[in-house]
């Protein structure tokens, strides 16, 4: 029955495999304590945290955090890399290391849900970093901006130049072509008509008969002396 320095020992590597973007197995046979701090310190501005495991410890970890399939790199003495960062960051820290340190050699790795073999683990150090990949996508974004922003000045320049070129084609009287006249009125219309008198109301018709009936009745009567 484990004791519970071990218990505890196998919760604290199965709380940092959680915590983990991914891990690298090494073996660091060879190495010297001086060594082992520089990897560390190393592997720290890469992102990661390097530390001596038991082979056993970790296995039982790595089955109670579903990665059985690191047992078959769990042989000689083993170092792991728990990378928290960018994990192309740490694989280049270690790859970096093996070069100064031969003894150094990377087994493999568990990112992403599978197991990673020492190729697949080495290849992680030739892809670019995630902060270059980023500026890159900046990049591109920038460019797209910037193409869509041309595009969209060259709509317009094009669009006016379209309605300049409409506009030339009319022909020159749709532009001053004078607004019609109204129809003049009907009272202008009987003007030009020849006036004629109004005729003239019953009662001063009668009056003018009775004028004219005295003048008449006058005329007819003898002046006086003459019978």
Not at 4 to 23: P, T
Not at 128 to 155: D, N, P, T, V, Y
Not at 192 to 207: G, Y
Request: hydrophobic content about 45%.
């Amino acid at each position: 029955m484990p004791n519970a320095g071990k218990i505890e020992r196998v919760a604290e590597l199965k709380e940092r495999l959680g915590a983990s973007e991914a891990i690298l197995l090494t073996e660091y046979r060879g190495l010297t304590v001086s060594e082992l701090s520089e990897l560390r310190r190393s592997l720290a501005e890469g992102g990661a945290s390097f530390a001596v495991v038991k082979n056993t410890l970790m296995l039982r970890a790595a089955q109670e955090s579903s990665m059985d399939d690191l047992e078959a790199l769990l042989e000689g003495p083993t170092a792991v890399a728990f990378v928290e960062g960018d994990a192309v960051a740490a694989a280049k820290k270690v790859v970096d290391a093996i070069k100064r340190f031969p003894a150094l050699v990377l087994k493999g790795g568990f990112m992403d849900g599978r197991m990673l073999s020492a190729t697949d683990a080495r290849a992680l150090a030739d892809l670019e970093s995630r902060e270059a990949m980023l500026s890159k996508i900046a990049g591109l974004m920038k460019g797209e901006m910037s193409r869509a922003a041309g595009m969209f000045q060259s709509a317009q320049s094009r669009f006016v130049s379209l309605m300049e070129a409409l506009k030339e084609k009319l022909p020159p009287e749709a532009a001053s072509e004078p607004v019609a006249e109204a129809p003049a009125a009907p009272a202008a219309e009987t003007a030009s008509e020849p006036a004629t008198e109004p005729e003239a109301p019953p009662a001063e018709a009668a009056a003018a008969t009775d004028v004219t009936d005295d003048q008449s009745t006058d005329a007819a009567a003898p002046a006086e002396g003459e019978e």
